[in-house]
């Protein structure tokens, strides 16, 4: 049987990749705007790093990683996403002893034992942020301001911001009593997994995709009516800024993250034609992370963008710009002393900056100007045996079919001056 990738992967030939090169070039320019530098981790953490960074209720801990011992019998997981790997790096190069806000961006696969389709894969690429060292909000509106810029610079308007706080560990396990005694005298009501998240992480209740609305009908208390005073500040100042640069936003008090670790701000940006794959952004702030993970408490927010899920936003859209095929020089040459003119021609093409072709597959003269025509070469130089003998080769120009004759010594200062590129 032929080997296949594996069930969610995705192989992408260079017509896709060159997608993906825009998208990463786009990627890049903003980040440099806001001020963002890359950093890169491995591809593989000790499970226990996203045991503690992700937590262990999370469905991703618990049913979507791929974790496997190596050789030496320590477990090791390929990294479901990037935001502890980030943390563990900050921590382990002692970034935190130099007191400024540390910004930084990856771009890179992330690997999830997902169920695979349109938007949902097992190895999937995402683009994320995290800002780490400030409490103030204008951070959370910034990192916002970020994700809608690149969005609509690369077209895309048809976007929905949701915008909700979860609170802080004050205010939040007083949030949590009251959904547990609201919810005691209604459990046969709600589904097994909301009964199963009442027991462990009860605000995730809120976002059960069955009853979320249904409770909403039956008055479930809302975290943000039960915000103290500095979260209740904090969020009130995320939406000042937001509005101040005329960022749009729903607030949606079902989104929730419930563990302990994350505080105030959450967001997600949807595009709702893809539907359960709506998603494209999710983020948040996690001001108790980096304890969590063993550093000293330093605040910190990030988001992640799923590329492919933006990827076929813009496709759908119609918003991916035809991708630009460089143009060669091709030299047509007959005969094995011509070739060696041609083979060398090239080369000195290329070293100046000019791409150039010759045939490779043997073909006679006719078929040497079908291939040019194929690859939509710009010129074609040819060298017969007749113009090999004379020292020189007959330039075309492909788009207004004039044909000169130079010297082959002269073909390279030719082409610099007449080429594009
Ligand atoms: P979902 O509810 O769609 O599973 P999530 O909450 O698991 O999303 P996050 O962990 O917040 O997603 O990851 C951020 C973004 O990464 C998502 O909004 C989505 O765009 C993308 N993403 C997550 N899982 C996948 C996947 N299996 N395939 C493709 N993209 C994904
Ligand atoms: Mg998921």
Not at 158 to 165: K, P
Request: glycine fraction near 8%; proline fraction near 5%.
């Amino acid at each position: 049987m032929a080997i296949t990738a594996p069930r969610g992967t995705q192989d992408f030939l260079p017509e896709q990749t060159a997608e993906w090169q825009l998208l990463e070039a786009k990627i890049r320019q903003i980040c440099s705007l806001y001020g963002f530098g890359e950093i890169r981790t491995p591809m593989f953490e000790s499970t226990e790093l996203f045991l503690r960074g992700i937590g262990e209720t999370t469905d991703v801990v618990t049913k979507e990683m791929y974790t496997f011992e190596d050789r030496g019998g320590r477990s090791m997981t390929l990294r479901p996403e990037n935001t502890a790997s980030v943390v563990r790096a900050f921590l382990e190069h002692k970034l935190y002893g130099d007191p400024q806000v540390h910004k930084f961006y990856y771009m890179g696969p992330m690997f999830r034992h997902d169920r695979p389709q349109a938007g949902r894969y097992r190895q999937f690429t995402q683009f994320g942020v995290e800002e780490i060292g400030s409490k103030d909000p204008a951070v959370d509106a910034e990192i916002i301001a970020m994700a809608f810029q690149l969005f609509r610079e690369l077209g895309l308007n048809d976007l929905v911001l949701h915008l909700n706080s979860v609170g802080c560990p004050k205010c939040r396990p007083v949030y949590r009593q009251k959904l547990l005694d609201f919810f005691a005298d209604k459990r046969d009501q709600l589904c097994d997994d909301c009964n199963e998240r009442l027991e462990k992480n009860p605000l995730r209740v809120l976002d059960c995709k069955e009853d979320g609305e249904k409770m909403m009908q039956m008055g479930v208390p809302l975290i943000t009516d039960n915000l103290c005073d500095d979260c209740k500040e904090h969020f009130h100042k995320v939406q000042e800024y937001l509005t101040a640069i005329g960022i749009p936003f729903t607030l949606d008090p079902r989104l929730v993250r419930g563990l302990d670790y994350y505080t105030n701000t959450a967001f997600e940006i949807m595009y709702a034609p893809l539907g359960a794959q709506s998603t494209v952004c999710g983020g948040g702030r996690y001001d108790g992370l980096i304890e969590e993970v063993g550093g000293p408490s330093t605040p910190g927010i990030g988001f992640a963008i799923g590329m492919e899920r933006l990827l076929l936003t813009l496709k759908e859209q119609g918003l991916l710009p035809p991708v630009e095929k460089k143009q060669p020089v091709f030299i047509v040459a007959l005969g094995d002393a011509a070739k060696t003119k041609a083979f060398e021609l090239q080369q000195q093409l290329r070293e100046k900056g000019l791409y150039a072709e010759i045939d490779l597959l043997g073909r006679s003269m006719k078929g040497q100007m079908k291939s040019a025509n194929k690859l939509h070469a710009d010129y074609t130089v040819i060298i017969g045996e007749d113009e090999l003998a004379a020292g020189e080769a007959q330039v075309r120009n492909m788009a207004s079919k004039e044909q000169v004759s130079v010297p082959l010594d002269g073909i390279v200062a030719y082409m610099e001056t007449h080429k594009k590129g």
